[in-house]
Structures are given as structure tokens and as C-alpha cells.
């Protein structure tokens, strides 16, 4: 099992930038499929990007596809996302996952292991 926590969020303006990290303790952190996930008020969590247990690949919510970017390195138990070019529709709750079915995928019923959030608000 892994514990996830967040850090990294914040206030910006418009067009600034970043890094979300998510570290992880526990065990078997290079097992798992990770996801960043996020959660605006009174709208649903959505999928923001995934990746893969080993990096080899990725995927992203079309709304920050070019954007953003995920990354984890596995000697520090890691995750990140790197948020650039970022917009005032970007604010919300930032949430990390882990799943030892994954592949980063978007479905986040399968992960099981969740992160208890980061603020991002982007400022017009």
C-alpha cells in the first residue's frame, strides 16, 4: 500500500506556472499506474493526466494537452505535474492516484489509493 501527499499548489496569475509534486510513502511506488486529478466546486473530479508504472506512457485530459505535463520519478517515490500557460478554468483541487491496475488510466474507479488534495487558483 502507498500513502500519496500533495504539495506544490498555490496562487498564480494567468499564463504562470507550477510543478504539482506528489510523494509516496509505503511500499511498491514503481508498481502502481499513477493519475493527477482534479475537482473545481460543485463539478465532479475529472482526469487531468496519467502515467504508467514505468513512464513509458502518458496521457492527458484535452483541456491541457501542450500544457502540462507528467513526470514521476520512481528512486523518489514521485510524481509530478508540470502546469504551464496555466488559465482561471485550471482552479480546482488537485488530487494524485495510484492504481496497481494501471497505466495512468483516465477511469478513476480504479485507483484506490488517493492523495488528500493541493489548491491551485489561477488569477485573471
Known amino acids: 500500500q502507498v500513502q500519496l501527499r500533495e504539495s506544490g499548489g498555490g496562487l498564480v496569475q494567468a499564463g504562470g506556472s507550477l510543478r504539482l509534486s506528489c510523494a509516496a510513502s509505503g511500499r511498491g511506488f514503481r508498481n502502481y499506474g499513477l493519475g493527477w486529478f482534479r475537482q473545481a466546486p460543485v463539478q465532479e473530479r475529472e482526469f487531468v493526466a496519467g502515467i504508467s508504472w514505468s513512464g513509458g506512457s502518458t496521457d492527458y485530459a484535452d483541456s491541457v494537452k501542450g500544457r502540462f505535463t507528467i513526470s514521476r520519478d520512481n528512486a523518489k517515490s514521485t510524481v509530478y505535474l508540470q502546469m504551464n500557460s496555466l488559465k482561471p478554468e485550471d482552479t480546482a483541487v488537485y488530487c494524485c492516484?495510484?492504481?496497481?491496475?494501471?497505466?495512468?488510466?483516465?477511469?478513476?474507479?480504479?485507483?484506490?489509493?488517493w492523495g488528500q488534495g493541493t489548491q491551485v487558483t489561477v488569477s485573471s
Open positions: 492516484a495510484a492504481s496497481l491496475l494501471g497505466g495512468g488510466t483516465p477511469v478513476k474507479t480504479v485507483y484506490d489509493h
